[in-house]
């Protein structure tokens, strides 16, 4: 049997939770509270062998005993240990009551020594937002927010849980808290844990998102200010007027877990309104005639005609060059005589003055 455990540890002590389901919807097994000193009881007593999944949450103050534990779960062997912040705890919760009560819009209101959680669930989704533990600073929350819960649940493990709740007076709507509510942070851890396993060992295969709390087989709804119902199948807590509870030590002769007692049921606890039948799924649809598709037609890429080789043109030869025009030579220049030269005698008289005063020579050439 596959089994998931969730643990919530705060400074003081550690709650946790072990419920049926590889999807931890299915029924409490055992649940209890103890001191950080028992650490090694509570692993001892869940049965490791059995474990699909555990999921651990802590409050700040608890961040060196969760550390320890985490190292004794990983000491025995388990690897499938799963840290869930508060928040993310709270987110699962508060979601698993929403869809197991059938509320469109709801708020829960996890109250812790030291802090609170408003977590708001409506058709966008699902918020948290951390406050101080006070009424007036939970109503804030839910005045910002812009969807109109149809209830609100006030859970935690807060000393003055019951005063916290009534001064929800003011609301319009259904107030409801529970007995042994401090157990819903572990049921949370649990939840988350175990869709966290189931994602990372998922096949394949079409994956049906879990139901988000299938653990969650009623919640009782009433038209009163402040309700005090037996959540047991919600939170997997019974409605007992002794919270004190103590773990079961290990069986010291044989050295096996002692095995602890199994929680009463839901029937046994408190009596459980008979839920209305769902109603009947709608006729499915006729499958869609199956359409042969056409035959996909060769599309021929027509090619591209290959262009005429570009004839080559030569270029025209230049013309010969004409034959230089004859120049007939130059006529040789024409002979000229040289001048006679004169007669001596006739240098001698134009040598002298006076005899040429009276005798003009006569020069055989011309003037």
């Known amino acids: 049997m596959d089994l998931v455990l969730g643990l919530s540890m705060t400074s003081a002590d550690v709650r946790w939770v072990l419920v049926e389901g590889p999807t931890a919807e299915g029924a409490t097994v055992c649940r209890n509270a103890a001191d950080l000193d028992t650490l090694d009881d509570i692993i001892a007593a869940v049965g490791d062998d059995r474990l699909h999944a555990v999921g651990v949450t802590w ?3 608890a961040e060196d005993a969760a ?10 062997g388990l690897y499938n240990v799963i840290t869930v912040s508060e928040e993310e705890a709270a987110d699962s919760l508060a979601a698993g009551i929403a869809d197991r009560g059938g509320y469109g819009d709801v708020a829960v209101c996890m109250v812790e020594p030291d802090d609170a959680l408003v977590t708001v669930v409506d058709a966008a989704g699902v918020t948290t937002e951390r406050v101080a533990p006070d009424a007036d600073e939970m109503l804030a929350v839910l005045d910002r927010a812009e969807s109109h819960p149809d209830a609100i649940f006030v859970l935690g493990t807060a000393d003055d849980i019951d005063s916290i709740a009534a001064a929800f007076h003011g609301a319009a709507v259904p107030v409801i808290t529970a007995a042994e509510a401090d157990l819903a942070l572990a049921r949370g851890a649990a939840l988350a844990s175990a869709r966290a396993v189931n994602t990372l060992d998922a096949r394949p295969t079409r994956w049906r998102m879990p139901s988000r709390i299938g653990a969650l087989t009623s919640v009782a ?12 199948a919600v939170l997997g807590l ?11 030590q290990r069986d010291t002769g044989t050295g096996q877990p002692a095995q ?3 929680a ?4 046994q606890a408190a009596p459980q309104p008979v ?4 109603p009947p799924p709608p006729p499915a649809a006729p499958p869609p005639a199956a359409v042969t598709p056409p035959a996909a037609q060769t599309i021929v890429e027509a090619v591209a005609p290959v262009p005429d080789a570009i004839p ?14 004859y120049v007939p030579p130059p006529p040789p220049p024409a002979y000229v005589p040289p001048p006679p030269q004169p007669r001596l005698r006739d240098r001698i008289i134009e040598r002298i003055p006076i005899i040429n005063r009276f005798h003009e020579p006569q020069y055989p050439y011309g003037n």
């Open 260 to 262: 602890l007692p199994i």
């Open 312 to 325: 080559m043109i030569e270029p025209p030869a230049a013309p010969a060059p004409a034959p230089p025009a």
């Open 238 to 248: 019974a409605m007992t007027p002794d919270r004190d509870s103590t773990v079961a």
């Open 221 to 232: 709804a009433a038209a009163v200010v402040v309700f005090v119902v037996a959540l047991s």
């Open 275 to 278: 839920p209305a039948a769902p």
């Open 59 to 61: 409050a700040n103050e």
């Open 264 to 267: 009463p049921s839901a029937a």
């Open 67 to 76: 550390s320890t534990l985490l190292d004794a779960l990983a000491d025995r």
